[in-house]
T-cell receptor
Framework: GAGVSQSPSNKVTEKGKDVELRCDPI?????LYWYRQSLGQGLEFLIY????????KSGLPSDRFSAERTGGSVSTLTIQRTQQEDSAVYLC????????????FGEGSRLTVL | DAKTTQPPSMDCAEGRAANLPCNHS???????VYWYRQIHSQGPQYIIH???NNETNEMASLIITEDRKSSTLILPHATLRDTAVYYC????????????FGTGTRLQVFP
């Protein structure tokens, strides 16, 4: 597609379950970012990928959160043993290294933990 | 921590110019000023960026002071669809560092 694609767009899960959120960046974009945004709050950085490696994982809030990227393309954010405070919109963005630094964001995955 | 300071909210009448200020007094010589906006329930959208010269594109104009310690984003003819949260961010141009979003300015355009 032409833009960043995220799935699912909405996910409702029970506390304690694991969830996987997927991000398809724009083709050719080597940098990929995950953010989350709780209701009424700003964007919180989670992790950044350059290719398949993650030089900056500083925003992951706990060891229940992990992410991987394969083939320099699709990325998956996994949250294990979800808690109610994990409820948020998880946003993915990609960018083309060496250009003007513009990040292209997806529409996000809204996670609700009951 | 965000390196920018913005007013939490502003109002603007439809059809008038919206001028959104941003302070970035600790900006480094290699850092650009970027503006993004986030319309409700959507992902952030890039608007414009600049180093020291004023910039203009189809969406907005960016005015950066000579000392580069502050800037103003100008939407020349605001419409209701411009209602959004506007984020001012400083970042090195070719950096792949994360964008650090502050709290932004919530712009409300009214009829």
């Amino acid at each position: 597609g032409a833009g960043v694609s995220q799935s699912p767009s909405n996910k409702v899960t029970e506390k304690g379950k694991d969830v996987e959120l997927r991000c398809d960046p724009i083709s050719g974009h080597t940098a990929l970012y995950w953010y989350r945004q709780s209701l009424g709050q700003g964007l919180e950085f989670l992790i950044y990928f350059q290719g398949n490696s993650a030089p900056d994982k500083s925003g992951l809030p706990s060891d229940r959160f992990s992410a991987e990227r394969t083939g320099g393309s699709v990325s998956t954010l996994t949250i294990q043993r979800t808690q109610q405070e994990d409820s948020a919109v998880y946003l993915c963005a990609s960018s083309l290294v060496g250009r003007n630094g513009e990040l292209f964001f997806g529409e996000g995955s809204r996670l609700t933990v009951l | 921590d965000a390196k920018t300071t913005q007013p939490p909210s502003m109002d603007c009448a439809e059809g008038r110019a919206a001028n959104l200020p941003c302070n970035h007094s600790t900006i480094s010589g290699n850092e650009y000023v970027y503006w993004y906006r986030q319309i409700h329930s959507q992902g952030p959208q890039y608007i414009i960026h600049g180093l020291k010269n004023n910039e203009t594109n189809e969406m907005a104009s960016l005015i950066i002071t000579e000392d580069r310690k502050s800037s103003t984003l100008i939407l020349p003819h605001a419409t209701l669809r411009d209602t959004a949260v506007y984020y001012c961010i400083v970042r090195a141009l070719r950096s792949t560092d994360k964008l650090i979003f502050g709290t932004g300015t919530r712009l409300q355009v009214f009829p």
